[in-house]
């Protein structure tokens, strides 16, 4: 097996090919790490989530890391690692863009679900308690695997 670095431009392949991410963040030296929907759009990658642990983890510590893989076998695959930092996108003051990340994020099938569903019941609230939010990109990095020798 032969691993390489990726290009700029086979890094963007590999992002706007996918949908899901493994979202990562840290606070008090604990690293957490999560599958996430997103949708991307210039050096803005777009989510959304209920409350709890990643979004308490990242309004704490805003320094995040995303990875992004297309996988065909063991000896095949390719990974994007995007550094960045968490930013809310506010139901007041900052409406443009979460309409422009929602209208995103729909055309993703079942995109609400790796961020909205809980293991739990949740309390049913009056006030909607969805959170739209972006990491804005710092770096983009990738490798990529291949069979053979090179």
């Not at 003051?93 to 995103?104: D, I, K, V």
């Not at 739990?120 to 291949?146: K, L």
């Amino acid at each position: 097996m032969f691993v390489r670095e990726m290009s700029r431009e086979e890094c963007q392949g590999v992002v706007a090919a996918g949908d899901l991410a493994r979202l990562a963040c840290c606070r008090g030296g604990q690293p957490y790490i999560v599958p996430i929907t997103y949708a991307h759009s210039g050096k803005a990658f777009y989510f959304f989530s209920m409350p709890g642990q990643k979004i308490d983890w990242m309004r704490s510590n805003p320094k995040v890391s995303l990875q992004i893989s297309e996988f065909a076998s063991n000896r095949r695959w390719k990974s994007v690692v995007v550094t960045g930092t968490y930013r809310e996108l506010p139901a007041q003051g900052c409406g443009n863009e979460r309409l422009h990340a929602w209208s995103l994020l729909q055309k993703k099938a079942n995109w609400w679900e790796p961020g909205g569903l809980k293991p739990v019941p949740q309390e049913i609230s009056g006030a909607s308690a969805h959170i739209f939010f972006c990491v804005e990109m710092d770096e983009m990095t990738g490798r990529a695997a291949c069979a053979g020798e090179q």
